[in-house]
């Protein structure tokens, strides 16, 4: 399983000005200075405004304000997330919820139900 810990942890789409993360990404953060675990466990930012995995009452995605769309998922607590420059995705497919997705550029929305439930939460 070499080759996955060489995988980078974001995919750009230049052609929709958009990057695709798992969790998230820190706000007023560059993206070549994202900490690696926030990229695959962040959900909220805590009361300092630090990156938590804990699903809080803030949700970092509605404070990105500046770079690409960022596309991404982990939040299933939150549903369906639409900020101007960040869209969460994650509708609990894994919880018997949905499995959503965006075209892009546009920001069209398409969602199929799950098959079953595959975890409890």
Request: glycine share 10%; proline share 9%.
């Amino acid at each position: 399983v070499a080759w996955l810990a060489d995988l980078p942890y974001t995919l750009a789409l230049p052609g929709a000005d958009a990057i695709v993360v798992h969790a998230g990404l820190v706000p007023h953060t560059p993206l070549e200075n994202q900490p690696r675990d926030a990229m695959t466990t962040m959900r909220s930012l805590d009361e300092t405004g630090a990156p938590s995995r804990l699903p809080g009452a803030t949700g970092w995605a509605e404070h990105r304000d500046a770079g690409p769309l960022v596309i991404f998922g982990h939040d299933a607590v939150r549903g369906l997330q639409r900020h101007a420059r960040a869209i969460g995705l994650d509708t609990g497919c894994c919880y018997g919820g949905r499995l959503t997705a965006v075209y892009l550029p546009d920001r069209t929305f398409v969602d199929v139900p799950a098959r079953r439930v595959y975890a409890k939460p």
